[in-house]
Nanobody, 120 residues
Framework: QVQLVESGGGLVQAGGSLRLSCAAS????????MGWYRQAPGKQRDLVAV???????NYADSVKGRFAISRDNAKNMMDLLMNSLKPEDTAVYYC??????????????WGQGTQVTVSS
């Protein structure tokens, strides 16, 4: 049993910053890719940022230069630092991890989602 728990969401004014965290617990051998996705009302769930186990990152064009994804493999944790937030960043943010269990199976897990609201 693996669980992802997200934290750090909330209400912030435009131009402000938030840091989201995602922690995995349970039967984990290793974690491959980690990523953050977001879904606004009436919109599809889109990739925000992804980070590989070795630290290679990719970002959606809309957040490049403003957001930074990071991970701590020893703690099975991942963060998303969001700077210069804009109202269009308002969405439910979900963390996602590709987790390898002791039987060498890779299973995708999702966090419960955390609301980020940016006021104008």
């Amino acid at each position: 049993q693996v669980q992802l728990v997200e934290s750090g969401g909330g209400l912030v004014q435009a131009g402000g910053s938030l840091r989201l965290s995602c922690a995995a617990s349970g039967s984990i051998f290793s974690i491959n890719d980690m990523g953050w996705y977001r879904q606004a009302p009436g919109k599809q769930r889109d990739l925000v940022a992804v980070i590989t186990r070795s630290g290679t990152t990719n970002y959606a064009d809309s957040v490049k230069g403003r957001f930074a994804i990071s991970r701590d493999n020893a703690k099975n944790m991942m963060d998303l630092l969001m700077n210069s937030l804009k109202p269009e960043d308002t969405a439910v943010y979900y963390c996602k991890m590709d987790i390898r269990d002791v039987w060498q199976r890779v299973v995708v897990y999702w966090g419960q989602g955390t609301q980020v609201t940016v006021s104008s």
